[in-house]
């Protein structure tokens, strides 16, 4: 059970901790150890176990290890109150020292793994009494080991990333490697684990590699276990299935036969086929590997032959555009809800939506906006947006151009939430020394400082769509993502008659395929939208409410696309029969279906029934003409039943025709 340093029954352990504060804090530990002892030894409350958890507490301080052990005992409230109070200088230089030991073994320090590691509780369990003194105590106690856990993280950032080179190693399976995003705020890991790939020859060569060319410099930020499960479904399939022994040996057609494999074949951790991209993928690194391996000098370990010639360029990929889906534009109509509901977001999530929306920029383009990037020109007299394109900015350098791209602002309401967001920002950025506007401080009080993440931006905007049902067409939640924002500009301004030249200029393309892409989409997306609308007008003018009312809104949308593709086509209409009266009653023929009550006809087949009208009425007289020479009077053969079906559908052909030729919207 912890002991608790507040008044009440543990009055006397409060007492000695008040005494040591007490103590001036230049006096030795040697002087505050005397003060302990004598008020141990006037305090009859102060027992074994009091005494006991004081001074182990004390003996950990000096040693490496946790204090696991103590937190159980005594809880996390308790063990920080006396490591703080009586030993502040000793408790900090423990924590930092217990901080430091993740640096050396290479592992990434933050709250909740220092938490599990160090006290033995989850991040949860980090919290102290309910009492407002006790709350505002545990605070400040949590500010302490914040700032000491802050300050291992930023020499992490320094530290991990240059100690790559030394942690990859042929001798070893498993490495893993550090890099600090391109903003400078967080430090990020992978673990590549090589024992995936079985053919030793290949796996050699796969890390020398990427110890000799790819991160020679620096570390990619690619997912260690895709980059690693890329390359060894290729090498595994080439080593197992067509029995390559080594990378020297692939040919032209083993290539042929991976490219059949990663389409058809293989299958993503999902269980689902590759997507081209996925196998675009696998021969963008696969090249990168063999361009190397053919040129390089090095000679790869394992006394395998070299490669001679990177035989995956035997294959290109020349029409992976067309099995890639084109990101989405948002409707006007979703655009008007968003922007009705948008002040409902947290404040950076709405300035940071309102320059995508107007601007086209992409997410990362727009957090990593700097102080100064809004200006104005009085020469144009218009503020002018000035931001890296981080998508192209390295293209930008190989041509020639200026890292930053420049655009005017005529939207007033960009102009606002650009200067209120750079105010807002104003402190933090004096504070830690970031350019960077879209900076916040993290949430749990920590002194750790992150732009504005990417589902920390959509996952607000989700939730409103969802609280405010915010649907497509379909009746389905919307489901936004980052880039439908420039989507939707580039949309916008090819419909207002924009030139392709001022797109380009506006959005930052650097080729003008992209924009040339944008005309050729937008007007695809046109052309589909008046076939649909048009398609949907002639299905509710000939299928009428009376007919649809058998079917449920997902039948509905069924007999929809049954109509669509012609499935329900017969000689005189559409047939609108439901499911639920069971195979067709009529005979198949024109003449049967024209008297069904499920036949959708309109002014389409009109030539249709014109010549069923003329034929029935021909078919009418000759009965008529085959009577009168028997000598049978009309009296008589008006009651037999042939004559009387032919005159029957006589009528209802004409009375149909004469619907259509007076056509109001639905025959039925």
């Known amino acids: 059970m912890g002991v608790e340093l507040n008044g009440g029954r543990n009055r006397p352990l409060y007492k000695l901790c008040r005494s040591f504060l007490d103590i001036p804090p230049q006096d030795s530990m040697s002087e505050r150890c005397l003060a302990l002892k004598h008020i141990d030894e006037s305090t009859e409350f102060l027992g074994l176990e009091l005494r006991e958890q004081i001074y182990e507490l004390r003996f950990t301080l000096d040693g490496e290890d946790t204090l696991v052990c ?59 009494g309910n009492e407002p003194h006790q709350i505002a105590q545990f605070k400040t106690f949590k500010r302490h080991v914040y700032d000491i856990i802050g300050k291992a993280e930023k020499v992490q950032q320094v530290v991990l990333p240059k100690s790559n080179a ?181 404040i950076e999530v709405n300035r940071c939506l309102t320059i995508m929306m107007e601007m086209g920029l992409r997410y990362l383009d727009a ?106 067409h379909d009746g389905n939640l919307w489901d936004f993502k980052s880039h439908q924002c420039r989507k939707t500009v580039a949309v916008v301004m090819v419909e207002n008659k924009a030139r392709p030249i001022e797109v380009r200029q506006f959005l930052g393309h650097l080729d003008q395929k992209t924009t040339d892409g944008i005309y050729a989409e937008v007007r695809k997306l046109r052309q589909g939208e008046l076939n649909h609308e048009f398609f949907e007008k002639k299905f509710r003018a000939q299928v009428p409410q009376k007919q649809l009312s058998k079917f449920s809104e997902e039948e509905r949308r069924v007999l929809y696309t049954e109509f669509a593709l012609g499935q329900r086509d017969v000689e005189l209409g559409r047939c609108v029969k439901h499911a639920s009266e069971g195979p067709c009653s009529k005979r198949p023929g024109e003449t049967n279906c024209a008297t069904c009550k499920n036949l959708c006809t309109g002014p389409q087949f009109k030539p249709k029934w014109l010549s069923l009208v003329e034929s029935q009425r021909r078919e009418t007289a000759e009965l008529e003409a085959v009577y009168a020479k028997a000598g049978i009077p009309e009296s008589e053969y008006c009651e037999y039943r042939e004559y009387q079906k032919s005159k029957r559908l006589l009528m209802a052909y004409s009375s149909t025709l004469e619907n259509i030729e007076s056509y109001d919207g639905t025959l039925c």
């Open 70 to 128: 103590h937190v159980k005992r005594h809880g996390i409230t308790s063990v920080l109150k006396i490591g703080f109070t009586l030993w502040p200088v000793e408790f900090r230089d423990y924590l930092t020292r217990q901080a430091s030991i993740f640096t050396a073994k290479r592992e990434k320090i933050n709250q909740s793994s220092f938490y599990r590691t160090v006290f033995g509780i989850e991040i949860g369990e980090f919290q102290g």
């Open 166 to 346: 030394a942690a990859m190693r042929m001798d070893t399976d498993v490495w893993k490697v550090f890099w600090v995003k391109s903003e400078g705020t967080s430090l990020q890991s992978a673990e590549f684990d090589f024992s995936v790939v079985k053919n030793p020859y290949f796996k050699s060569a796969f890390k020398y590699w990427l110890i000799n060319k790819r991160w020679r410099n620096k570390v990619t930020s690619f997912r260690g276990s895709t980059f690693t499960g890329m390359i060894a479904r290729a090498f595994n399939f080439l080593s197992d299935k067509i029995g390559v022994a080594t990378p020297s040996a692939v040919t032209a057609t083993h290539i042929r036969r991976l490219v059949q494999y990663l389409c058809c074949e293989a299958r993503s951790y999902k269980n689902k086929p590759l997507a081209m991209a996925s196998v675009r993928g696998h021969f963008k690194i696969l090249n990168q590997m063999f361009d190397w391996l053919a040129r390089t000098t090095v000679i790869v370990p394992d006394g395998q032959p070299p490669v001679l010639k990177n035989v995956f360029r035997t294959v290109s990929f020349k029409n992976e555009s067309d099995h890639t889906a084109s990101t989405e534009y948002i409707p006007e109509e979703i655009v008007l809800q968003l922007l009705l509901h948008k002040t409902e977001l947290p």
């Open 367 to 472: 957090v990593m906006i700097e102080e100064g990037g809004l200006t104005y020109d009085d020469d144009i007299e218009m503020h002018i947006l000035k931001y890296i394109p981080q998508k192209t900015k390295n293209h930008r350098v190989r041509r020639g151009l200026s890292l930053y791209h420049e655009v005017g602002v005529q939207d007033l309401d960009v102009v606002r939430a650009l200067l209120e967001q750079e105010r807002a920002s104003e402190a933090l950025r004096a504070e830690t020394g970031t350019k960077l506007i879209f900076v916040k401080k993290s949430s749990d009080e920590s002194s750790k400082v992150n732009v504005l993440s990417a589902h920390g931006f959509t996952h607000p905007i989700r939730m409103l769509i969802a609280k405010h049902n915010i649907t497509d």
